[in-house]
Structures are given as C-alpha cells and as structure tokens.
Nanobody
C-alpha cells in the first residue's frame, strides 16, 4: 500500500529555516511526481511545490526563491527546504502523490512561524 510519512516540522522565528522530509513506500517512487501541500487553520489546503519524475521542480509564486523541493530516488524521499520563513507560511504541511489517478496523503507535519 502507498504510505507517506512527513517529518521535520517545528516552530521557528520569521526569517528562519526548516527542512521537511517525506518518506514514501508502496509504489515505484521514481516513476511519479511528488508534491507538498499546506493547510492553515480555517483555510483550504493549497499546493506549494511539486517535483516530477525527472526532478524538475515547480513552486507556487509565494514561495519561489525561498523554498526548494528535491527528491532522492535511491531513498524514496522528497524534501522541502524552507528558508526565509514568514508567519503566513504557518500551516500543516502534507506530502502528496498521485498514483494511477488516485491521490495519497501523509499525516502532515506542523510548521509554525512566529516571533
């Protein structure tokens, strides 16, 4: 079965950095694009970044230049390096993959940016 497990969340001050990781299993990791989404309290879940099977990244405009998504196909992991964090980045961050037209989600990891 497909399983995604996020880690690396925490609390940081504005301008700080965090690195989120997602460990994937249950599918041919190297064949599929991987994504990161986030959801703030009272708001809809929004897409943040995606990396395709050829390791080509795409980002939502608000995180361009601050976040970097990467993948390690040998370890079946995808990482989101977050720099210059802002309070509006506060959310639960979720790892995501679509395999054979079905969406899969991890449990999420909390990121809190506050002074």
């Amino acid at each position: 079965q497909v399983q995604l497990v996020e880690s690396g969340g925490g609390s940081v001050q504005p301008g700080g950095s965090l690195t989120l990781s997602c460990a994937a299993s249950g599918f041919r990791f190297s064949l599929w694009g991987m994504g990161w989404y986030r959801q703030a309290p009272g708001k809809e879940r929004e897409w943040v970044a995606v990396i395709d099977s050829r390791s080509r990244p795409t980002y939502i405009d608000s995180v361009k230049g601050r976040f970097t998504i990467s993948r390690d196909n040998a370890k079946n992991t995808v990482t989101l390096q977050m720099n210059s964090l802002k309070p509006e980045d506060t959310a639960v961050y979720y790892c995501n993959v679509a395999v054979d037209l079905e969406m899969y989600w991890g449990q999420g990891t909390q990121v809190t940016v506050s002074s």
